[in-house]
C-alpha cells in the first residue's frame, strides 16, 4: 500500500466529515464518498500542501477513485 | 445613488485589501486602492483609447487586481462583463460577441484563448507603479449608461446580458452584511471580512460594494481549494458565502473544530436555498446568520436577520424595494432594476411587465411581511455553489445524439441528472455520448448520472414534457 494512502484518506476524512472506515483505494470519490467539487479542491489543496507535490485542479474530474489520487502522488515522488 | 469613489476616498490609511500570494501576505490601504484604480483607468484608456460605453470583460479567479480592474472600467465609463471562468473560451467568446465586447482582461498570456479584439494580460494594466497622478472622469456624468452586465439564463434558456444601469447599480448601498451595520448605518467599525463569492456572480459584486462602502478589511480568497486554510489561518467577523460553502464550513462545525472558523461572528448566504440544518450548526455554535435574495436582474430584495422566528425566510424588502405576489410568483419594483436584457427585447418583455420584474421564484408573504420561496416558476436549476442551469441549454445538446428520443433534465441532490428515453439497443452509445459531452460542458453543468425511461416520458396538456420539481 503507498505511503500516501494514510494522508489522501485522513484528508478526505477531515475536509469531508467521512468515517475513514468509509474510504478505500477504491472508493469512488463522487459515487461512494458523494465529494462536491468544492470538497475536491479543498482536499487537493490539503494534500498538496501535506506532501509539497502540486496537484492541479484543472482535470479534476479525471480523478474517478481514491486510487487515482494516490497514484499521482506516487509518480510525483 | 451613492458615490463609491468617495467612500474609498473617505478611508486613507484603512486596509481595505489583504492577500497572500506565494506565502507571501500583500495589504492594501484605501488610499492606495484609489490610486490603483486610477493608474488602472489610465492604463486601460493607453491601450484602448477612450473607454466611455465600451463593453470591457474580465475573465479571472477572484483576485485583488479584479477588484482594481473592475473600478476602473465601471467608474472609466464603461461597462463591465464579469465572466464565468467554468465555462469554455469558445462559449464565452460567443456571448462576449453578441455583447458588442471590445476587450477582455485575462490573468495572464497562460490563460484559455478568447477571440475577442482585444485580449489584455491584467499585468499590463495593473502597474501599480504609482509614477502618476492620475484621476477618473466624470463617471456620474450619465448615469443610464450601462456599469456592470453578467451574462444569465434567466427564467429559462440560453445566457443573456442583464443591464445594469449605473444608477440601479449604485442606487442604494448594498446589504451583505451583519445585522449591526444594518441596523446602524453609521457604523464604521473595523470590520473583518474575505471574499469567497466568485467576482463573476452578482453577489460577489454585492459583497465588494457592500465592503467598501463600509470601510471593511476584505481578505481575498485567490483559490477555492484554500478556503478552509484561509479561515485557519486568518481572523474574521464575517462572509457571505454560496451554500456550498457554508457546507464546507459547517463541516469544521461538526468536526468540533470552530476555532478554525476565524474566530467569526455572523455569515450570510445567498445565491441559493440552504437547507436549514446548516444554518442550525452555526447558530448552535454562537454564530449568528443573515440571508440575502435577490436576483442578478433586481440586485438585492431582501435581507434576514432574524435567526430565530422566521429563519427559514429569506426576510423582509430593503428599505423602498417593493415585492408583490402575482399568481403566486414574487414580482420586484426597484431602483436596483435592472434595465433588461442586452439586445434582447422578447426576454426584456417576458422579465418585466408593467414595471415589476417577474423572478420565476414562486413565494408566500406571512403576516408580518415575510417572505418565504415555496418553488420555482422557472425552468431553472439553481445549484449549491450558486451557479445557475438551464435544463433547456443541456437538453438540446443531448438531442444532438438521434438516438435520444426525448430527454429531460434536473437537479437532484445538488448534481445534474438527465431522464433519457431511447431503445435499450441504443444506451451503450448514449452513456458513451454523455461521457464526451460532459467533457465538453463546465464542470458545474456535466451530467452526474443518466436515467433511462422505459416508457417516453410524462407530458403535460400541451403536449411538453413535464418538469417535476423536487
Known sequence: ?77 | MYDLIKEILARKERIGFRYVRDGKEFTVTYEQYYRNICECYHNLTERLGDISGKHIAIAMNNCYEYLVTMPAIIFGGAAVLPVNILESAETVSIILKKADTCAIVIKDEESESYDIPNVIPVKDICTFTDQGDWELPNYEENPDRIALMIHTSGTTGRPKGVMELYKNLFYRKKHDLPKEYILDPAKDDPLNTILTFPLYHQVGVCCWLSWVTRGCTTFINENPGDILNDFKNNKFDFTLATPAVMKLLGKRLKRGKVDELGGIKSIGSAGAPIQKDIIDLFLENGISYVQIYGLTETGEITYNYDDGDHVTSVGLPIEDTKVCLIDGEICVDSGTNCAGYYKNEQATDELIRDGWIHTGDLGAIDDEGYIYIVGRKKNLIILSGGENVSPEEIEESLYANEAIKECRVFEQDDKIYAEIFANESDQDEIRDFVTELNKKLPIFKRIYRVVFSETDLEKTAAGKIRRKYN
Request: charged letters at 30%.
Open chain 1, 1 to 77: 500500500m503507498s505511503k500516501y494512502f494514510d494522508i489522501v484518506a485522513e484528508v478526505i476524512e477531515d475536509v469531508a466529515d467521512i468515517s475513514r472506515d468509509e474510504i478505500n483505494m477504491d472508493s469512488s470519490l463522487m459515487d461512494d464518498l458523494e465529494l462536491s467539487s468544492l470538497e475536491l479542491m479543498t482536499i487537493f489543496s490539503d494534500i498538496s500542501r501535506k506532501t509539497s507535490i502540486p496537484i492541479s485542479n484543472k482535470n479534476i474530474l479525471e480523478f474517478e477513485t481514491v486510487a487515482d489520487i494516490v497514484a499521482v502522488l506516487d509518480a510525483h515522488s
